[in-house]
């Protein structure tokens, strides 16, 4: 969902608290049963994210690049600081 888009979904609270979303958004994010999500409360707004697991962080494109001269000087730090 970008920024420009807004929508909103009318939940369910079931009888012990859990929340109830729609399949819509459901499919729309992704979420599966058992799919870690993050409550963040923000003055009277509850905001849900889903947290993504680590296969799939590191099969999305990296955002950072580094050049070759920059990685071999990070090596060389990261070596002179484990002989420490």
């Known amino acids: 969902m970008t ?21 819509e958004l459901r499919e729309k994010l992704g979420l599966h049963k058992d799919q870690p999500i993050l409550l963040t409360l923000q ?6 994210r889903k947290v993504d697991s680590l296969e799939e962080i590191l099969s999305n494109p990296s955002k950072v690049t580094i050049s070759s001269h920059a990685w071999k000087q990070f090596r060389k730090t990261l070596s002179e600081d484990a002989e420490r």
Do not use: N, T, V
């Open 43 to 48: 003055g009277d707004k509850l905001i849900i």
């Open 3 to 23: 920024i420009k888009e807004y929508q909103e979904f009318l939940l369910k609270i079931g009888s012990k608290g859990e929340i109830f979303p729609p399949k």
